[in-house]
């Protein structure tokens, strides 16, 4: 989630790095790779890194079962904020997968407030939308919209809060009105990988201060990743977990992040929750001379912070996955609850991540997509 304007984009995302503990040290652990000891002279650091990029899935793992669409459909999606790349991707996904079956679709822009969520949501049941497709939005924050939905038939599914498999699935408030299906990476694996490129570039030694927000559902999956991973390094030290709220980027993330650099001299990698207000922080460090002090890590795939990546500006490592792949199978998942059809499980349809550096950086320029093609897949089924 970025934007061509890093102090914009922080409206959504956000720091408060309120109360900083002091980095712990723990035992070892290997995260989501499996390799054994992460911690003393006996590690394969090299090997450990090498898991720690490899693609998940290697390959395409998505449907292969066909779904026939059905004609003159709608489909709603509903950004968390428009100007945030990360909100913005899966609805080019669904908007593309939706023209390829003769679908209309139409993006609304949810602002990155609850209020502004729920209006655009009451927006797409007045154009008539068969589908509303929430895109990072927290559905207990939105009953108003989804209430207004549910009363006018529409099929609500959603994208990147990972409340489905192959992530935990949350118990229902009484009441509460929820999407039929999220689709998202494996975000608890995803943050373990994360943890595991930050042991093994480090050698075991790393001093780590760790930035979470709790307002995304998706942040708190992967947290359950990356923080016992990191933990659970003899070797390494952690931070707790300094949250941040999304008003908190735009003026008060960059300053946090530099005076807590500036004062805990021993950290050199900083996680960052995901790539806005990652961006925040590679600008705030270098305009104050501390961008050679920390490697920063996050996650999403942004072309803003592969840049940095590719260009040795601060942030080290990027956790991507595909966005556009989200749109599409979220489309796919839509059709099958339209046809009555079983879902395809795990949820998530295979939708693939990567923990990237320069080592492994896409040649093409852009926000990261899977190296194979799986649109012509999906449209096949969906045609047959």
């Keep these: 989630m970025t934007s061509k304007h890093p102090a914009r984009l922080a409206v959504l995302a956000a720091v408060a790095a309120l109360a900083v503990t002091a980095c712990s040290s723990s035992k070892t652990s290997t995260g989501g790779s499996g390799n054994g000891d992460t911690g003393g002279s006996g590690t394969d650091y090299s090997a450990m890194l090498d898991k720690a990029r490899e693609m998940v899935p290697a390959t395409f793992t998505g449907p292969t079962t066909p779904a026939k669409a059905p004609s003159g459909k709608k489909i709603a999606a509903i950004t968390c904020y428009s100007i945030l790349e990360g909100c913005v991707i899966p609805a080019n996904g669904i908007a593309k997968a939706a023209t390829a079956i003769g679908w209309q679709a139409r993006t609304f822009d949810g602002g990155g407030t609850p209020t502004t969520q729920n209006t655009q949501i009451l927006n797409a049941v007045s154009w008539g939308a068969d589908v509303i497709a929430l895109i990072a939005i927290t559905p207990s924050a939105v009953q108003t919209g989804l209430a207004a939905a549910k009363k006018a038939g529409a099929l609500i599914v959603s994208g990147s809060s990972g409340t489905s498999s192959p992530n935990a699935v949350p118990a229902a408030a009484a009441g509460q009105i929820l999407p039929a299906v999220d689709v998202s990476p494996d975000y608890k694996s995803l943050g373990e990988h994360l943890a595991n490129w930050i042991i093994a570039d480090s050698k075991g030694k790393a001093n780590v201060a760790v930035y979470g927000d709790k307002e995304f559902d998706s942040i708190n999956a992967q947290e359950t990743g990356i923080v016992p991973a990191l933990k659970a390094c003899t070797t390494c030290k952690s931070s707790d977990v300094q949250y941040f709220t999304a008003t908190q980027i735009a003026s008060s993330l960059g300053p946090q992040t530099v005076n807590y650099v500036r004062t805990h ?86 939708l693939p991540f990567q923990v990237l550096d320069k080592t492994n950086l896409p040649t093409k320029e852009g926000s990261w997509t899977a190296p194979y093609d799986y649109q012509s897949k999906f449209i096949a089924l969906w045609k047959s």
């Design 265 to 350: 001299p021993d950290v050199d990698y900083l996680y960052s929750a995901f790539d806005p207000p990652a961006a925040a922080q590679v600008q705030a460090l270098q305009t104050a001379g501390l961008g050679k002090n920390v490697k920063i890590v996050s996650a999403l795939g942004n072309a803003q912070n592969l840049q940095f990546v590719k260009a040795g500006q601060v942030q080290a490592a990027d956790a991507a996955y595909d966005n556009i792949y989200m749109g599409f199978a979220m489309v796919d998942q839509s059709i099958r609850l339209l046809n009555k059809q079983p879902l395809i499980a795990p949820a998530g349809e295979g």
